[in-house]
């Protein structure tokens, strides 16, 4: 005898409640788990913390999610929410307005760059509609459809590379009292002396007099995506 196939949230979230709900909502619980998230930490954000910041019994939340994991899926499609891609787009102009509006979204929601696993997985409405939206831009270019998701992974790979690295600056400036890129430099002064005094690292050497744009990690990141995207288009011929 086979198993049961085990229910996702989201078939449990879309069948109707058999009592209608006034003091909770599955909206509800993901606004005001992302709230606390955005405030604090993603740490903060306990199943207790949540009913204590609902007004509800402890058990409460309960009804909508088993548990952290849940939960986090419900915060990660509420932040999702406020991706909207523009429709009529070409697929260059699709990718490019995708990993832009993520990096915002990311700068928005800080915590989106430390989930779990799980988590960085999860497959959830508002996240499987920006998915769509993007693999319809990349069709009728000829490309088969493993090369069409390779391509959409390759974009999403680098918003989020980028972006951890840009979120862990700015978080140790933050936890130090730093200021910003300066504060930064001098902090990582010693170590980086030392490094470049071994005269095993010219070419870091060449960069740290040359560069000017040490501290714009906007142009970091729309650079380094304008070559990916140019580097796609070269090499698929689309």
Not at 176 to 202: D, F, K, Q, V
Not at 208 to 224: C, E, I, N, V, Y
Request: proline content about 5%; glycine content about 8%.
């Amino acid at each position: 005898m086979s198993a049961e196939k085990p229910e996702s949230l989201w078939e449990r979230l879309e069948r109707p409640s058999p009592a209608p709900r006034q003091t909770l909502s599955p909206q509800r619980i993901a606004a005001t788990a992302v709230a606390i998230a955005d405030a604090e930490s993603l740490e903060a954000v306990t199943m207790r913390r949540l009913a204590g910041e609902l007004g509800v019994a402890p058990m409460a939340p309960y009804r909508y999610v088993s548990g952290k994991d849940d939960l986090l899926e419900l915060m990660v499609d509420h932040a999702y929410a406020d991706l909207r891609l523009p429709g009529g787009l070409g697929w260059r102009e699709t990718l490019h307005d995708l990993a832009m509006r993520t990096r915002e979204l990311i700068l928005a929601h800080r915590w989106l760059a430390q989930l779990s696993p799980r988590a960085k997985l999860a497959l959830t409405p508002n996240r499987m509609a920006v998915t769509e939206q993007v693999l319809a831009a990349l069709q009728g270019h000829g490309l088969d459809a493993d090369t069409t998701m390779s391509v959409f992974r390759s974009v999403a790979a680098y918003v989020e590379g980028a972006m951890g690295y840009e979120c862990a600056v700015s978080a140790l400036i933050r936890e130090e009292g730093l200021s910003g890129g300066p504060g930064l430099r001098t902090e990582l002064a010693p170590a980086m002396t030392w490094l470049i005094g071994t005269g095993r690292y010219p070419a870091f050497e060449a960069y740290l007099h040359a560069a000017a744009r040490k501290d714009d990690a906007r142009w970091q990141f729309t650079h380094g995506l304008d070559c990916l995207l140019e580097g796609i288009a070269t090499r698929l011929g689309i």
